[in-house]
């Protein structure tokens, strides 16, 4: 017991030095994420990087304290250093996918390709974006479905944002028969574009051209300007008001037509 109790003296400094590191470590990490949190909102970082480098900060310095409060304890480094390492290894060996999506949703959160409730297209999967988390990217469709992408195949796909710029320009055809006034047709289509709320002048006016000569009719093509939150809602409106327009116009969209000529042997 005497040994016992002298060992215990003479090892008593360093666990006093263990826990004074571990406290003032742990005092300190709090202080470090406090800091980085406000300096995190008044850059305005997205929720969910912040979160994300507020996790790698806090394990690394957890890691950090440990190794010092063992170290503090004679406890050799150098042999928890290498199974730190070794496990870290086997880890990353074992997570590899999981690893290039955490890294994927670093990229994403990072570039600002696109943000919460932008409309995008990945991979003929196209609706608004509902969260991006560290592993997957979440997207409701229009048809209210709930599709998950992993980050990875995200930033190795091509995203196309619909919503990313305030304007948005409608691009839409209209088919007409050969016997009418492709002229008459051109004007009501305008008229329809110069007279609606949403319809903008900025870039460019609407207008409206003779595309095409296809096999059953004449193609019409029209384009305008307008903000992008009223681009379904216009694009719908239009296209009835420029039906309703024809038929009151007297302008027919035909069907598709094939000619067929018969010979008597």
């Known amino acids: 017991m005497q040994k016992f109790f002298d ?36 850059k305005r970082v997205d929720k969910t990087l912040h979160k994300f480098v507020t996790s790698v900060v806090h394990v690394a310095m957890m890691i950090l304290i440990l190794v010092m409060v063992l170290s503090a304890l004679q406890v050799s480094t150098s042999s928890i250093i290498a199974a730190i390492g070794a496990a870290g290894l ?27 409730g932008d409309f995008i297209s990945i991979n003929n999967v196209e609706g608004f974006v509902d969260s991006i988390s560290i592993l997957q990217t979440t997207i409701l ?52 574009l110069n007279t609606h709320p949403d319809i903008i002048d900025v870039p460019d006016e609407p207008m409206c ?18 903000p992008t939150e009223k681009y379904w809602a216009t694009r719908y409106d239009v296209i009835q008001r420029v039906k309703e327009q024809f038929d009151r116009e007297g302008i027919t969209i035909p069907f598709n037509q094939v000619d067929m000529h018969i010979k008597n042997n």
């Open 7 to 42: 060992r215990f003296v003479d090892y008593l400094p360093h666990i006093v030095a263990a826990l004074i590191i571990y406290i003032g470590g742990m005092i300190a990490m709090k202080i470090v994420i406090k800091i980085m949190n406000k300096g995190l909102k008044v």
């Open 90 to 116: 086997a880890i990353g060996l074992a997570l590899q996918n999981s690893l290039s999506n955490v890294a994927g949703g670093f990229i994403i959160l990072l570039t600002k390709t696109f943000k919460i």
């Open 141 to 192: 469709t229009m048809e209210n479905k709930r599709v998950s992408i992993p980050n990875k195949m995200v930033t190795e796909s091509i995203v196309i944002n619909f919503t990313a710029q305030q304007k948005r320009r409608l691009e839409l055809r209209f088919n007409i028969a050969y016997e009418d006034d492709h002229k008459k047709a051109m004007s009501i289509i305008l008229a329809i």
């Open 209 to 226: 051209v003779m595309e095409a000569h296809a096999d059953s009719s004449i193609v019409l093509l029209m384009r305008a300007w307008l």
